[in-house]
């Protein structure tokens, strides 16, 4: 894909390079299992259940849209979204809407734009900005302690929630633990560094192992199935933007490696924001979409009332990507110069 | 040329009357007065009062000046239409004020604002300038009637979603988690798209077994 040297484009016969969507999916789930496998280790049973209902209800609203021959379940893309999606949602989060985003993400994020390929937002992220519209209380406030004591014991009482209704008021207040990110925000607390790197921490289901994430992205650039183009552009400008602010005011802005580990920063830029369907197609494309992207999250962090903005600038990122292919058009060869 | 067009397009009031509610309703299928359609429909009541006023108007705008087309000027026959409307619409807001202050207030800006509504301005060009004051005052009733239902469905289905309740009774259980996004705008785009699936849906099944016959 575009990872790849400039290609010369000979007449036919052609080779078929052996890519395919189940194999790209494929990489993509072996890349996010460590992820899973830790989430499930520091949440217990609540990460197990909210990647279970968020897979299932993904994988059930495309086999309902997409019947028949047009069935597009076998190809792992439903599979994918599912997983990311779950791992984007507060561990506590009640199923009954962890449910409800994943039928909102393939229903209308995907399906409905005409199936894969045809999505101009990522399916996952619809999804999750669904839940943050509709339940704003539940999506900021559902955190749970990393590596609770009875974590693989009983699930959160906000988690069995039943359908439409909200948890008791005891579940919610039995929660605890901000994000490091609220923390800075709310409470002007640092959390140390080999905390954020190994995810020990509160936070979404996967989002909190920087080390992690960083690992299964590294594999799936040496597989070519993600641009690194666009976790290169997107973390650098993270870093340096995030490096200004804080050379200006290190009390309000926090330094460069807690803004690169913390929150939904590496979750979203290897697995979200590399979306091949929602990105730029050029690699000067992909460089600008990653730097617009990185920069929308230094601006939504430090200057709006939200501590975490990964989310809300990916969407918009994949919102210009279709704009910056037709910007950066690249020329037929031999075109133009006939022009000056 | 007048009667010519009538004749070309000989309609009767009933089947006027039902173009506004079906075939041609005014939002799902025309598409027109969105502003409102969005903005008010948080609450069945705001919806009701919102798409009752704007039927109003529109009823009274479309007999009067059905009954005055072959007076207005063709050259400032906008400019009449709109002072017309602004009649009605002045007229629509000071009663709504002086019947239920509360209504007034949660509507705001948006009552004057039917002046502008391109439904109503829509149907008069179209419709109620050409025709007899019978065949307006039926295209008139339809199409706010039209309205009148969508901008109530609207209204009951984010009501119930964002704050489950209808006309302000509790209709869901006490614990019921209400999904703060039907009452912001964003709901609004929701709820209405729902709608016109649900109603493409339908006229797409019903075009089938016509078709079929």
Redesign the interface.
């Given at each position: 894909m575009t990872g790849r040297a400039p290609i010369d484009i000979h007449p036919a016969p052609h080779v078929h390079g052996g890519d395919s969507v189940p194999r790209i999916m494929l990489h993509v789930v072996i890349a996010l299992l460590p992820v899973c496998a830790f989430a499930i280790y520091l949440f217990g049973l609540a990460a197990l259940a909210t990647l279970t209902v968020a897979t299932i209800a993904c994988l059930l609203t495309e086999r309902v849209f997409a019947r028949d021959e047009h069935s597009t379940l076998g190809d792992g893309s439903a599979l994918v979204t599912g997983l990311i999606y779950g791992l984007t949602l507060p561990p506590a989060l009640?199923l009954w809407?962890v449910a409800l985003g994943g039928v909102v993400g393939i229903g209308i994020g995907k399906v409905l734009f005409g199936g894969l390929g045809g999505n101009a937002f990522n399916p996952a992220l619809v999804g999750r900005v669904?839940l943050q519209?509709?339940?704003?209380a539940?999506m900021t406030g559902y955190w749970l302690a990393p590596l609770g004591s009875d974590r693989f014991v009983s699930l959160p009482g906000t988690t069995t929630?039943l359908p439409?209704?909200?948890p008791e008021g005891a579940a919610v207040d039995a929660l605890t633990s901000a994000t490091p990110l609220g923390d800075w925000k709310f409470a002007g607390a640092e959390t140390p560094l080999l905390d954020l790197a190994f995810g020990m921490t509160a936070g979404s289901t996967g989002e909190t192992s920087a080390l992690l994430l960083m690992l299964g992205g590294l594999y799936m650039v040496a597989m070519r199935v993600a641009d690194w183009r666009i976790p290169a552009a997107l973390l650098g400008s993270v870093a340096l933007a995030s490096a200004a602010l804080h050379g200006l005011d290190p009390e309000r802005h926090p330094d460069v490696m807690f803004a690169l580990c913390s929150g939904g920063l590496m979750l979203g830029a290897w697995f979200m924001a590399t979306d091949p369907v929602a990105s730029p197609l050029t690699p000067a494309g992909a460089w600008l979409y990653g730097l617009c992207i990185g920069l929308l999250v230094v601006l939504i962090r430090a200057f709006s009332g939200q501590p975490e903005g990964v989310m809300y600038a990916i969407l918009l990122g994949n919102a210009i990507a279709p704009h910056i292919d037709r910007w950066l058009q690249p020329t037929p060869y031999g075109a133009g110069s006939g022009q000056s | 040329m007048a009667e010519a067009l009538e004749e070309l397009h000989a309609e009767t009031a009933t089947e006027r009357l039902q173009a506004g509610l079906w075939r041609q309703n005014p939002i799902l299928v025309q598409a027109l007065g969105m502003c409102p359609t969005l903005a008010v429909s948080n609450t069945a009541a705001n919806a009701l009062t919102m798409g009752l006023a704007t039927a109003a108007v529109l009823l009274g705008s479309a007999l009067v000046i059905s009954t005055l087309r072959e007076t207005i000027p063709r050259q400032v026959r906008l400019a009449s239409f709109v002072l017309v409307i602004a009649t009605f619409v002045t007229i629509t807001d000071m009663l709504i004020e002086a019947i239920a202050i509360e209504m007034h207030r949660a509507l705001g800006a948006f009552l004057p604002l039917i002046v502008a509504n391109c439904l109503i301005l829509g149907r008069i060009e179209a419709l109620a300038s050409r025709r007899s004051p019978r065949l307006a005052a039926m295209d008139a009733l339809g199409m706010g009637a039209g309205f009148i239902c969508c901008l109530l469905a609207l209204g009951a289905v984010r009501e119930l979603l964002g704050q489950g309740t209808l006309f302000g009774i509790m209709l869901l259980p006490e614990r019921f988690e209400p999904w703060v996004v039907m009452l912001l705008p964003g709901g609004g785009f929701f709820a209405l798209a729902a709608l016109v699936l649900a109603f493409r849906w339908v006229q797409g099944h019903a075009d089938v077994v016509e078709r079929a016959r």
């Open positions: 009640p809407m669904f519209a509709a339940f704003p539940a929630a439409l209704l909200a | -």
